[in-house]
């Protein structure tokens, strides 16, 4: 496990945004240097926010620590130690986004890394360390790569997150083995097994304030008194109990990934690798007897940058050719939204998303059939527009009319189709089959938009109603069609619902309904217009 720990991560997101620093290591061309290298000086930098309802300091660059401020202090004590304190409003979800898209660059050296409270990262690097020739280059290169990021981190290698996690936070050792465990732990802080502040507070008051302290001490006063949370963190930081992590995202299936020396920018240049590493999947493809469903595309930008590209397949895929022409529709409308700035450093191809291949007999012409190109085009055209732009009407087994249908992606239906789903013939006459209840509107809004109704008898049709500010007048009107609610989802308290179809002076006609009993004490019931007829 490899911990990254960003102590300044707000005041260096600030001096980023503010000074243009590149995310290039040092002596990469187009970098800058820090804004003091052209003799300029920068005015201490903190972060403050409302902490139980006082200003408080909740950041601090290196300049405003050295004059003695600190995290917590009250903005007013700061400002009077240093009056020329540059203050800042502290942004969580601003830090958080900057948090995630450092994550986004450090999946160049593992698949698995998960966000470590507001300003740390934990990555598995199991079986990735040789890539970089060891733990030891990985470490120094992740490192170098994140100053030349400017930003300020200290990071650990250990056997457990717990271990790794204590050494990074409080100065421990750069890579720790598991017999070492002990003796790396007993000298720090009893907080670096991440307890709960209180807890801390209360064992420093008994004399436990460093982790050797509880190595040496019995484990049963200890879990009656401050309950099993010590001991649980001790185990897992010296690997006798598991602690799994929670990676961002889910691995890939299948990665191939290609490291430039010279960054490119031009988009045939990326279509052209982008074809040369789906070469590259097609051999672990087959020996898997499947095919690539959904495809990802990571293009690692020099600054730091990670742009993430999908496409999908209504059938399992190997072909490079169409893999490639896939992404190149995508880029097609994603051109003004990818920019490469310097030039992107690093390629990856993975495989999200696999099924069993059918290995077909290839017709003599060599030309495709007709179920073929109707794949292509529709593979085509959600690469282009998503997924979501050629859809099929699905009816549903429900009689509640909001659950009653729905669309499914043409890519999934055809998906089923190749499969031999014995449910992907219903799915493609969903449209044609006859309806089986009554007479529906054509049009449905997403969501039931409540109207105001005017009507002769309190459970009788309505005679008029207000839509959207505009008063609508009712010649006529049929119903009541009472529709019970699927208890089962709804709960047995849900109001039934009484649909009328109404026509208005302007011969337009909608389907409205009532919701609730009038017999029924409690709430009133309420009318709502859910859709329009032809």
């Known amino acids: 496990m490899l911990s990254l720990y960003f102590p300044r991560l707000s005041t260096d997101r ?41 200003l408080r300091l909740t950041a601090l660059d290196e300049r405003a620590e050295s004059f003695g401020l600190r995290i917590g202090q009250g903005l007013a004590e700061a400002r009077a130690i240093c009056p020329a304190i540059e203050v800042i409003e502290a942004d969580p979800d601003a830090d958080r986004s900057f948090l995630e898209a450092i994550a986004d660059w450090c999946d160049r050296y593992t698949p698995l890394v998960a966000i470590d409270g507001s300003d740390g990262l934990m990555l598995d690097i199991t079986g990735c360390a040789h890539l970089f020739g060891g733990e030891a280059n990985l470490l120094a290169d992740l490192t170098a790569r994140l100053c030349g990021l400017g930003l300020e981190v200290e990071a650990a290698i250990g056997p457990t997150p717990g271990l790794a996690q204590a050494c990074s936070r409080h100065q421990g050792p750069a890579i720790v083995a598991i017999a070492e465990a002990p003796d790396v732990l007993s000298p720090l802080p009893v907080k670096a097994l991440r307890l709960a ?108 940058r990670v742009f993430r590209i999908e496409v999908g397949a209504s059938a399992p895929l190997r072909d490079p050719q169409r893999i490639r022409a896939l992404f190149e529709e995508r880029l097609s409308v994603l051109r003004d939204g990818l920019d490469a700035g310097f030039g992107f450093e690093l390629l990856r191809l993975n495989v999200l998303r696999s099924e069993a291949f059918e290995n077909r007999q290839a017709k003599l012409d060599d030309e495709d059939g007709e179920g073929e190109q109707l794949t292509r085009f529709v593979d085509q055209v959600a690469a282009r527009l998503g997924t979501r732009a050629l859809s099929l009407p699905l009816s549903l087994s429900s009689h509640w009319p909001d659950r009653a249908s729905a669309h499914q992606p043409l890519s999934d239906a055809l998906a089923l189709l190749s499969a031999g789903s014995p449910s992907a013939a219903s799915v493609l006459d969903a449209g044609s089959r006859p309806p089986v209840r009554g007479l529906r509107p054509l049009r449905f809004l997403a969501r039931a938009e409540e109207v105001e109704v005017m009507s002769s008898v309190p459970d009788g049709p309505p005679a008029s109603f207000r839509w959207r500010r505009l008063q609508r007048r009712i010649l006529k009107a049929e119903g009541p069609e009472r529709i019970a609610p699927e208890w089962w989802i709804d709960g047995e308290e849900a109001p039934p619902r009484d649909y009328f179809r109404v026509e208005d002076t302007a011969g337009q006609r909608f389907w409205l309904y009532r919701e609730g009993l009038y017999e029924r004490p409690g709430r009133k019931p309420s009318w709502f217009l859910q859709g329009f007829f032809a």
């Open 14 to 54: 600030i001096a980023r945004r503010r000074w243009g620093l590149s995310w290039r290591s040092p002596g990469q061309a187009g970098s800058t240097g820090h804004p003091e290298a052209a003799g300029q000086t920068l005015p201490p930098l903190v972060c403050a926010g409302r902490v139980a309802n006082n």
């Open 197 to 304: 502040a209180e807890i801390v507070v209360d064992m420093a008051r008994v004399g436990l304030k460093t982790i050797g302290d509880l190595l040496s001490a019995p484990r049963a006063p200890i879990m009656r008194r401050f309950g099993p949370s010590p001991i649980l963190r001790l185990d897992q930081a010296l690997g006798l109990e598991g602690e799994p992590i929670s990676p961002r995202r889910v691995p890939a299936m299948i990665s191939v990934e290609r490291r430039l020396a010279e960054p490119i920018s031009e988009e045939e240049h990326i279509l052209d690798l982008a074809g040369r590493l789906a070469a590259g999947l097609r051999a672990t493809l087959e020996a898997r007897a499947e095919g690539g469903r959904l495809f990802e595309l990571m293009l690692f930008r020099l600054d730091g």
